[in-house]
């Protein structure tokens, strides 16, 4: 396949996924767009959201329109890291064998994940970042495409262990999911209520997803849409050269690194959707919330003032596009 | 890209063409607001700017602001990334540019991506020619430029009367202009801002004359004003030439006079006039070459200088060679006055030998001291203390020159001088006597200090009035005598080292042993002196006489009950500090 072929192909492949998805999801279209990017961009998703929105039923659709393994990991306060990953086990034969626990899926559904323990949670990790388990000193590798859909609940937090930053910043995307319209939720009542569920198809395989990943890769990025990228995660650290003010008063560290490169990644996926070759600052502009907004690590004073993290980051989008004027002024 | 490159710069003309435009305007908006001002200064005769030069600037600027938008520099890249943001063309371009041959997986897409998207773009879409607001504030502030001109030169709104009354003032506004062109173009002019400044108040007065400012009255009496400061101003540059003149004369006479080695004794020979001669005195004097050594000086100067000297040159010089000049014209008079009795002489040798005394006797009197001087002097020596005072001294030296003889005063010299001393010491209490000596002396100080009395009067005065007179010492007598001092001592190393100066000669005499006896002691101590100044001062001298005091006190060499005497002294001396 040539360029335009490829992204003909991909364009195609993620529009019929999405409609496959769309037969049961109902609604959040943003949410299931950026699902489809994470999974596009090979990152990994936190959904933020009240129960009952549809995030697992969302995933477990994905995993259904691509047939792959899907686990789900209900986290609980008592669970155990061997429980995520799996453990060696005394087999009547006289040996050990290693059990695989639920990680070992391409789909991870790890369900209301700030209630485990940060033990527990920190075992999701290595599988996150190095895509492989270690169990007594022997790393087992896990089967790509690997992708991690976590799900935690804003309220009732009594009893909950908030993510730890060194994991939320291994999340590619943190969505917010919203309450349903009234319309689509009468669309949701319609669907749930009569008549057959809708069945999904099978319109995309593991190998379609790893060229998929492959091909967003290529997409171009030129220097000054780089810079533009980049601009706006220096000016997310209220410490560096050329802090906004925004990030200054309510911010006490910025994104890091991997926020660049997820921005970055998220960007070439966006543009690809749009049938674009190149990163537009627009593509950069759409991935910043969901890039950004987990790896934002506010100060006492936006709590105090009551600013949120999407506050923060539209005001550092602001703040970049303010510098950034026509070269030509005629 | 061949193709993204030919699109850029058809973009990249129209962005030309558009600044060319806009610095068109922002010239012709600028220039006509600065000719406007420059206008409104000239209307309030704060300047000079015809009206029409003002349409003139806003011209230029025009042009200058049209080629500055036209040749500014415009790069491609800024072209592409301008396109992009204009045309919603999502970095299509800039990325292309970029991108275009770099071998990349969706290069060539990319390229033909963003050829198709600018394809459908027109330059003059995003780069339209407005008419907006700096248009308008530019053609506003022309109208009321050109207006102003109109106004101040056109004649069409005046009567036929004032036509002619303008043209008379036109007229004579041109005269006046000549005249100040004529100020502006002269060369050599020595104080070039009062000319500039005359020039520009002629100036201000023919605006005034042509704009009608100035009745008759007032503008005769300005043209008065101005006459008179023109011929003030051409007075005060005749005076600068002549000074010019001078100076030049006086280089030339530098030159001479450099010419001559710096040699004296040659400048007889260049036969200078007397105001080359003054003029030589004041290069001497910048030059230093005054300063040079008393004799040979003095010398130099008489042979330079001749008879004919004035007083001013008198003045200049030091008592010293006040007094040596005296001594060498009383010397010549004298050898004149021998040569005049010999009679061995013809009628022009006599005549000029009478005129060389002549001239001898008026610089004389020039040296003899002032009538103020004898006056105060007399007055000194008419006083009745001051006579005691001699007559005591003279006794008391013919008792010092009994005794260095080796002859004792009998007991009724002895009692006659104690009577006397007491009569003076009784006369000085007297405040009036105290106060009359006081201010003799004073008088005669301030005399010397002017130089009216030289320093060996001043010291035969000191001498009469026994002021050089020591106290006794510690069991004996002393004496003092005032004059010129010349000896050898020492300096701070202890090389030996010549001590000159004028100064005042202690002798101590007195029984020093302890035993019983005389012992013939004298020590001379004579303060070198440097003008009318000691050179080494006060507190320099203590510490060494202090040390050698303590010296002789720890080595016994001082009685026992008059160390601490010592002591209390030295501690005195030094301010009251032990050490």
Redesign the interface.
């Known amino acids: 396949m040539n360029g335009l072929e490829s992204a003909e192909w991909f364009r195609k492949t993620w529009t019929n996924l999405r409609a496959e998805i769309g037969k049961v999801v109902v609604g959040q279209e943003e949410v299931v767009e950026g699902v489809l990017v994470a999974l596009a961009a090979n990152g990994h998703v936190l959904l933020e959201g009240m129960p009952g929105l549809g995030k697992t039923l969302l995933i477990r659709t994905l995993a259904q329109a691509v047939d792959l393994d899907y686990s789900r990991i209900q986290f609980t306060p008592d669970m155990m890291p061997a429980d995520v990953t799996g453990t060696n086990v005394f087999t009547q034969s006289g040996g050990f064998e290693f059990r695989r626990g639920p990680i070992f899926a391409n789909f991870v559904l790890a369900d209301e994940i700030n209630r485990a323990t940060p033990k527990t949670q920190s075992s999701l990790l290595e599988a996150m970042q190095e895509r492989q388990v270690s169990i007594g000193g022997t790393p087992h590798a896990l089967t790509e495409p690997f992708m991690v859909m976590a799900t935690q609940n804003p309220v009732e937090q009594e009893g909950t262990y908030p993510l730890p930053e060194a994991q939320l910043d291994r999340f590619f995307f943190k969505l917010i999911v919203p309450n349903p319209s009234k319309a689509v939720l009468a669309e949701v009542v319609n669907r749930t209520t009569q008549g057959e569920m809708a069945q999904v198809s099978k319109v995309a395989s593991a190998e379609d997803l790893i060229q998929a990943r492959r091909i967003t890769r290529e997409v171009s990025v030129s220097p000054e849409v780089l810079d533009y990228a980049l601009s706006m995660i220096v000016a997310s650290h209220p410490d560096s050269e050329k802090p906004s003010d925004i990030a200054k008063k309510y911010v006490r560290y910025g994104a890091s690194p991997r926020g660049a490169q997820s921005i970055i990644s998220a960007g070439k996926v966006y543009a690809m959707l749009e049938g674009r070759f190149n990163v537009s600052k627009e593509n950069i502009q759409k991935a910043a919330k969901p890039v950004l907004r987990h790896r934002l690590i506010l100060n006492y004073e936006s709590e105090a003032d009551g600013v949120t993290a999407d506050q923060v980051v539209d005001g550092i989008v602001d703040a970049v596009n303010a510098g950034d004027k026509d070269p030509i002024r005629v | 890209m061949k193709l993204l490159q030919q699109q850029l710069k058809r973009f990249g003309r129209r ?1 030309r063409l ?2 060319m435009w ?1 610095g068109a305007w922002l010239g012709l908006l600028s220039g006509s607001a600065i000719a406007l001002a420059l206008v409104a200064a000239d209307y309030l005769l704060l300047i000079n700017f015809p009206p029409v030069m003002g349409l003139i600037v806003a011209c230029a600027s025009t042009l200058v602001g049209a080629g500055i938008g036209f040749f500014l520099k ?1 790069s491609e ?3 592409a ?2 396109v992009d ?2 045309a919603g063309l ?3 371009t ?6 275009a041959e ?1 071998g ?7 390229s033909g ?1 963003a050829e198709k998207h600018l394809g459908d773009v027109q330059p003059k879409r995003l ?1 339209p020619i407005r008419f907006g607001t700096q248009q308008m504030s530019a053609c506003a502030i022309l109208a009321v430029l050109v207006t102003a001109v109109y106004v101040i030169d056109n004649d069409l709104l005046l009567t036929a009367g004032q036509k002619a009354a303008k043209a008379e003032l036109k007229e004579a506004t041109a005269k006046v202009e000549r005249v100040v062109r004529e100020l502006e173009v002269g060369e050599g002019a020595a104080d070039k801002t009062a000319e500039k400044k005359l020039a520009a108040e002629l100036r201000k007065f023919g605006k005034e004359l042509e704009r009608g400012r100035l009745d008759r009255e007032e503008a005769m009496q300005k043209a008065q004003k101005l006459a008179e400061e023109a011929k003030k101003l051409s007075e005060q540059r005749l005076e600068k030439a002549q000074e010019k003149m001078e100076q030049f004369q006086a280089r030339g006479l530098q030159e001479k006079f450099e010419e001559a080695g710096g040699d004296l004794d040659m400048l007889k020979d260049l036969q200078l006039d007397k105001m080359q001669m003054e003029a030589l005195n004041d290069l001497m004097k910048e030059s230093g070459a005054d300063q040079l050594p008393n004799n040979q000086l003095d010398q130099n100067m008489m042979k330079a200088l001749g008879a004919d000297n004035s007083a001013s040159e008198m003045a200049r010089l030091s008592d010293a060679q006040k007094q040596k000049l005296a001594e060498q014209m009383a010397q010549a008079q004298k050898d004149i006055q021998k040569k005049l009795e010999s009679g061995n002489l013809s009628d022009e040798q006599r005549k000029a030998l009478e005129q060389q005394a002549k001239t001898m006797e008026e610089l004389a009197k020039k040296l003899e001291l002032s009538d103020d001087v004898k006056k105060a002097l007399q007055e000194l020596q008419e006083m009745k203390e001051f006579k005691e005072m001699q007559k005591l001294m003279q006794q008391m030296q013919q008792a010092q020159q009994q005794m260095q003889e080796g002859k004792q005063l009998t007991d009724e010299q002895i009692k006659q001088m104690q009577e006397q001393m007491e009569q003076l010491a009784e006369q000085m209490k007297d405040p009036a006597a105290k106060e009359a000596m006081r201010q003799a002396m004073k008088e005669m100080i301030e005399q010397m200090k002017q130089g009216n009395i030289d320093a060996q009067t001043m010291q035969q005065m000191m001498s009469m009035m026994g002021m050089g007179m020591g106290s006794s010492g510690p069991d004996g007598s002393g004496s003092t005598a005032g004059g010129n001092y010349q000896g050898e001592g020492e300096n701070e190393k202890g090389d030996p080292m010549e001590l000159e100066g004028k100064g005042k000669i202690t002798a101590i005499r007195g029984e020093r042993d302890e035993k019983r006896g005389q012992d013939a002691y004298t020590e001379i101590k004579a303060p070198t002196m440097v003008g009318s100044r000691t050179s080494v001062p006060y507190d320099k001298v203590l510490p060494g006489y202090k040390k050698t005091a303590e010296s002789a006190v720890s080595n016994n060499k001082v009685k026992g009950k008059h160390r601490d005497r010592v002591r209390e002294y030295f501690e005195q001396l030094s301010g009251g500090k032990g050490k």
């Open positions: 962005v558009v600044r806009r415009i890249l800024s072209v990334q301008s943001r204009r999502e970095d299509r800039a990325s292309a540019f970029h991108k770099s990349e997986f969706f290069a060539d897409e990319l991506d780069y």
